[in-house]
């Protein structure tokens, strides 16, 4: 009879253990989750930035003429990709996968320039002004 109580103490010591140790995992997984989706949402807010300080710089260098900027971001940031969209005069990033978007006006551009275009962060942006046109487009390059 002692010999079956210390078998069904360590079965229920084992097993309490596990429970504890599965709940302990969990948590920390949950905190990596709200942290990359922290992250993620920074750099979204800060993508947009960039790209809105590019804009302006292109708007501004020359008044008569049309040009283009070329630049990189990084392929990926806490596992997302990025994705800029120029649509219905806004400014988007997206972070992929999950959709989450930061909409922007990029500075009130929006009331002078038409927004056209779709970039992704694992290729070269090229973002490109037509005076003549006031569009400012943006496209990944190959």
Known sequence: MKAQSVIVQFIIF???????????????RFQADILKDDIASGYRSLVNSYVASASINLFTSC???SGSIYFKIPDTTAGYYTEIFFSDNQSKVISQPGGKMFVSSLHNLNYTLLFDGYAHSTML????LEKGKNILGISSCT
Do not use: D, E, M, Y
């Open 14 to 28: 084992f097993v309490l253990s596990l429970s504890i140790l599965g709940a302990i995992a969990t948590f920390f």
């Open 125 to 128: 942006i090229n973002l490109t």
């Open 63 to 65: 008044k008569n003429c």
